[in-house]
């Protein structure tokens, strides 16, 4: 047997291969050491500096907050009837952190298919919460049943969708004092980002207008929810905490149900606006404007087409009894105040009325085109002689006019818990005109302002609160819709007018409804009304038409002014029917109420 020696040239050691060897162990632990350096910088990274963004993800991952509006408080009228509430509705929420964002494409189409909301306004909700936001976002409210039972059909397509049952407004009433009690809807992204600080968050419900907006902070309440535990699913595991809702505060009103039913009615679907208001006071008991809404249709989400058919109805959210219009004849109260006031003219004045008085060259007419011969106040009052209140007028100079007509509160606000709806009016001077029409004030602007015409402006709640004046025995009241502390408050305050001129009102006043133009006011069925009637031009159009009253005469309790925009004929044949009809449900509660159709009709300025 041959036997082969082991060949010794691999074992062998040279220069060149001295130290290979551990030069690759080396190079190997080296890799590592760096590799375990990396992982170690990147852990260290992750946890103390991203450990708390890490934390809360996994945390977000598995505890879900459910977050629940507050029920609004109700809206009362006087007696505690409710004027506004609340009703269960459907809503549909999303929770954007149970999809990724590239996950949602195909659920938002669905959506818009079921629910008719556009996938852009869906997907722009989602965006603006975050799509790792753990809030649920509304979506949609007022969803259908059959929009429910549509969903739970594509529940495998709606992870991330979840349907609620939430309070949502409810007008139990319909349109009655729909520009009263006003509406309410959710906050768009210029109102979100204006009241962030006061705890609102998106997709809140607020009031837009009306005591809606005005007593907000009161109504809204205070939000609660849950925080729960959810699996892979989505499903609830268990509730880890709970802060129940606070309702928010029922706010009673002056308003009186049956009353604003009475005065609805008797303006119907005329154009323009009724008043009714306690002349010891101020409150107001009745607030009437037409055309008008349905604040229900903002409960749930409005179309584009339901938003468009409103708007076309004549400027339907506009309040008419706090806008300003020519107030006629029925400012032949300050008129006579003034001219009483100034010492310009006395109680027994008595001047000749004639078919006309020319002015500059320029010809002022009487209402009637014949005059009435020779008047007192009290005379002048009861026929509404134009020429007289001319004489009048130009008698104590435009500067005492215009000072007696602001101190009855024209041309600044009442004041009345409507915020910025309501308009100041007009009390037109030289500087005014100067400045809007770059002319100096004549002769004529005084004529014309002495029986309540040219630049003058006027609301219909102001006009009711001049009606109040001689009602009340001179105090001026700042007109309420808070029943709420209403004793607490100081309503009115003092004119200091002679008793000669407060004398004079009441007498001129019941005269207009004892034989003059506000004769269908003087019916056996309700006690002495005092009241005046005016109709005002409007260049291009037909006259607006307004009547004021107070009853019972030697002690009212009530003041009511109607207004018809646009209406034509006259103060006493269009406006007094309707203050008729509001007195009659005012003093006979119980029962029906003449139609303004059936009342006689008789001529007026």
Known sequence: MTLTQPSTIANQTTPRTVGRRYQSVAMMLGVSLVLLAGMGSRLAYLQLVEGNRNRQLAENNRIRLIPKQPERGKILDRKGKMLAGSRLSHSVFLWPLARKKTEWATTLQRLSQILNVPETVIKSRLEQAGYTSPFLVRIARGVSPAQVTALAEYGGEMEGVQVEAEAVRYYPNGDLAAHVVGYTGEMNDRELERRKGDGYRLGDV???????????????GEWGG???????????????GRK??????????????DLQKAAEAALGDRKGAIVAIDPTNGAVLAMVSRPTFDPNLFSTRITDAQWQRLQSKDHPFVNRAVQGFPPASTFKIVTTTAGLETGKFSPDTVLGTYPSITVGGIEFGDWNRAGFGPLGFVGALQWSSDTFFYQ?????????????????GFGRKTGIDLGEEESPGLVPDDEWKRKEVKEGWFLGDTVNMSIGQGFLQATPLQVAVMFAVPANGGYLVKPHLLKDNEAAQNWSESLNLKPDTIRILREGLRAVVDGGTGAALNVSSLPPVSGKSGTAEDIGRQS?????AFAPANKPEIVVVAFGENSGGGGGSFAAPMVRQVLEAYFHPHKAVTSPSQIEQVPTD
């Not at 005492?400 to 009855?408: F, H």
């Not at 607006?544 to 004021?548: A, R």
């Open 226 to 240: 849950q925080q729960v535990e959810v699996d892979g699913a989505g499903q609830v595991v268990r509730v880890l």
């Open 244 to 257: 129940p809702t606070q309702t928010g505060k029922d706010v009673q009103l002056t308003i009186d149900l």
């Open 206 to 220: 607020i009031g837009q207008m009306g005591v809606e907006a005005t007593y907000e902070n009161l109504l809204r």
């Open 392 to 408: 009048i007028g130009m008698g104590i100079g435009d500067r005492n006019l215009i000072q007696w007509t602001r101190r009855y």
């Open 544 to 548: 607006h038409t307004w009547f004021g």
